[in-house]
């Protein structure tokens, strides 16, 4: 508690930052697509929580930015599970169940303005409003899940960086986890392409597995993914206490 009363300040100019980005952005793509139903709401979604959910995540632990701070943080008499804890449920959980509603909220304002603002003029609009219940019933089954565990694999990477960079935590972990997946890609692409090894096993399994084994499958290899980064996370906390 002592320490949400610290950052309370922060907190109030993030929220209003990501509710003047969903609104100035949702107002705009709007008022240039007169004819917009509920899935083209996928387009503004996904980046804006992508992209908020990051410079979110990507702000944990604020104490390990400076020496000074990240000392008088580490000598919080708490243990460590706490305090990654803590921050997990400040910086995922809380955002994950708060941004869809700041998202319903001021994109349906938009969307009101923007309609008013063409009725007024006398011209024809067909703008729907965003429902995430319509939204889901159009998705694939098992898709919600999968970009639910991916949104958090995604944020936990993030999260994980704050841990093990003092300084630009989430640029380097950018360029990280890019030198990674190309890494892993080229390696991948190597063996397969280049030393003609011959993989039917792969091409057999695509063919036979249906979307919703896929998305389940991805569903779990996600959150594999995610669970390894936290414990990453604390082990990298617990690191920095005994040093």
């Known amino acids: 508690m002592s320490t949400l009363i610290l950052r309370y300040r922060q907190l109030l100019l993030m929220i209003g930052a990501a509710v003047s980005g969903i ?19 996928l ?20 104490s390990f930015r400076s020496r000074e701070k990240t000392l008088g943080y580490l ?65 694939a089954q098992g898709s919600d899940l999968a970009l639910l565990t991916g949104s958090l694999a995604i944020f936990l990477v993030a999260f994980a960086g704050t841990v093990s960079f003092k300084k630009y935590p989430l640029i380097k972990t950018f360029v990280f986890s890019m030198l990674v997946f190309f890494t892993i890609a080229g390696y991948f692409y190597l063996v397969m392409e280049k030393l003609k090894l011959q993989h039917p096993w792969i091409e057999n399994f695509g063919d036979n597995i249906r979307s919703e084994q896929a998305f389940a499958i991805l569903t779990i290899v996600l959150l594999a993914f995610s669970l390894i980064t ?9 690191e920095k206490e005994v040093q």
């Open 23 to 41: 609104f100035i952005i949702s107002f705009l793509v709007l008022y240039n697509n007169t004819n917009w139903n509920v899935a083209n709401w």
């Open 230 to 238: 936290f414990c990453y996370s604390y082990f990298k906390l617990k």
């Open 75 to 139: 000598l919080v008499p708490v243990s460590s599970f706490e305090k990654i804890l803590y921050e997990f449920v400040e910086r995922i959980v809380v955002f994950i169940l708060l941004f869809p509603v700041l998202l319903y909220l001021f994109g349906n304002l938009a969307a009101n303005m923007v309609t008013q603002i063409y009725q007024f003029q006398h011209e024809v609009v067909n703008i729907d409003h965003l429902s995430f219940i319509n939204l889901a019933k159009d998705n």
């Open 43 to 62: 387009g503004i979604i996904i980046p804006l929580t992508i992209v908020c959910g990051l410079l979110y995540a990507g702000s944990s632990f604020p």
